[in-house]
C-alpha cells in the first residue's frame, strides 16, 4: 500500500478531544478512521470527541466495548462507532451488518480494526489510520492515510514544531 504518515505528540487528554473536534470537521460520507493502539491509550476518548462535535445533542456516548457498534446521526452521514477487539473472524463483521452500511452514507470510526481493514479497506477508501501509544498522561499520535485518497490530515499539524496546529 502506498501510505503517508506524520506523527504529533498529545500531552493531555484535552489536546486528544482537540484533534478529534478537527478530524470531525474534515469528515465527508464513506471516510473510514481507524484507531489503534493499547488497552487505555485514548482511543475511545478521541472517537467520543469527532461524535460528540458531529452529533452535539447526544448527551452519552459510551464505549462499544461490549455491544461491539453505536450508531449515530449526524447532519451528512450516519456514524459507526465499533470497537472489534472481540470479534474473532471477518464473517462476524457482515453479520454485525458492516456490508450493508458501507452501502450507504456512513463513516467509520474503528478500534481495534485489523480484521476491518483486511476486509474493507481498498485504493478509493478516504482512510486516516491513527496508531495511538502513550506515555503517562502523553499520547503519540501517528496518522497514516493512502496516496491513491488521501485524508488531508496535514492540516492539522505544524510541521516546524512536529505538534499540532
Ligand atoms: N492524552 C490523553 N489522551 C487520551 N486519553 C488520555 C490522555 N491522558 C490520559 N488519558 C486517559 O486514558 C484513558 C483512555 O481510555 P480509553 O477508554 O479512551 O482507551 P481505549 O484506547 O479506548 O481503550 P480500550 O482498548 O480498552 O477500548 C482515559 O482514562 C483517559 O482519561
Ligand atoms: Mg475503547
Redesign the pocket.
Known amino acids: 500500500m502506498n501510505k503517508d504518515t506524520s506523527s504529533i505528540l498529545?500531552?493531555?487528554?484535552e489536546?486528544?478531544?482537540r484533534i478529534g473536534e478537527t478530524i470531525a470537521g474534515l469528515l465527508k460520507p464513506h471516510d473510514v478512521i481507524t484507531?489503534s493502539?493499547?488497552?487505555?491509550?485514548?482511543?475511545?476518548?478521541?472517537?467520543?470527541s469527532i461524535i460528540q462535535t458531529l452529533c452535539p445533542n447526544v448527551t452519552h456516548i459510551p464505549?462499544p466495548?461490549f455491544s461491539i457498534i453505536n450508531t449515530y446521526s449526524a447532519k451528512h452521514f450516519s456514524l459507526f462507532h465499533m470497537?472489534l477487539?472481540r470479534i474473532k473472524s471477518s464473517s462476524e463483521l457482515t453479520i454485525i451488518g458492516v456490508d450493508e452500511a458501507l452501502g450507504d452514507t456512513t463513516v467509520f470510526l474503528v478500534?481495534?480494526p485489523d480484521l476491518f481493514e483486511q476486509k474493507y479497506i481498498t485504493n478509493t477508501t478516504r482512510l486516516l489510520r491513527i496508531t495511538?501509544t502513550?506515555q503517562?498522561?502523553?499520547?503519540t499520535l501517528t496518522f497514516e492515510t493512502q496516496k491513491s485518497c488521501p485524508f488531508p490530515y496535514e492540516s492539522m499539524i505544524d510541521y516546524e514544531s512536529n505538534n499540532m496546529l
Not at 498529545?10 to 487528554?13: A, F, P, W
Open positions: 498529545l500531552s493531555s487528554q489536546q486528544t478531544e484507531v493502539g493499547p488497552l487505555g491509550a485514548g482511543k475511545s476518548v478521541l472517537c467520543r464505549s466495548t470497537d477487539y478500534e481495534w495511538m502513550m503517562s498522561d502523553q499520547r
